[in-house]
Nanobody, 122 residues
Framework: HVQLVESGGGSVQAGGSLRLSCVASGYSFVMGWFRQAPGKEAEGVAVIRSDGILAYSESVRGRFTISKDKTKNTLSLQMSNLKPDDTATYYC????????????????????WGQGTHVTVS
């Protein structure tokens, strides 16, 4: 059983930065961040595997950085140069499946989800 709790959301102006955190209670092979705007399905943002392999969506590549602190069992997402299109509720997700690349950014492959933290960019 894995429990995930996100934090760090807020309201910022375009060009600003935010850092999201996700505290995990258990181990998963793949952990990542997804986001969902009103009227849309969840969108993969960034993932990291336990072996260090990373994947980013093209819309955030170069602006967002995902990382994991093994000692604290915490997943982070550093978001820079934020745009209005980044406005959404951001969710931390985890799975034991060995996903990679585009497959790892699909929301239907994840077993565990946090409650979300909202980000508004104006």
């Amino acid at each position: 059983h894995v429990q995930l709790v996100e934090s760090g959301g807020g309201s910022v102006q375009a060009g600003g930065s935010l850092r999201l955190s996700c505290v995990a209670s258990g181990y998963s092979f793949v952990m990542g961040w997804f986001r969902q705007a009103p009227g849309k399905e969840a969108e993969g943002v960034a993932v990291i595997r336990s072996d260090g392999i990373l994947a980013y969506s093209e819309s955030v590549r170069g602006r967002f950085t995902i990382s994991k602190d093994k000692t604290k069992n915490t997943l982070s997402l550093q978001m820079s140069n934020l745009k209005p299109d980044d406005t959404a509720t951001y969710y931390c997700a985890a799975t034991w499946a060995c996903y990679s690349g585009a497959q790892a950014l699909r929301s239907d492959g994840y077993s565990y989800w946090g409650q979300g933290t909202h980000v508004t960019v104006s």
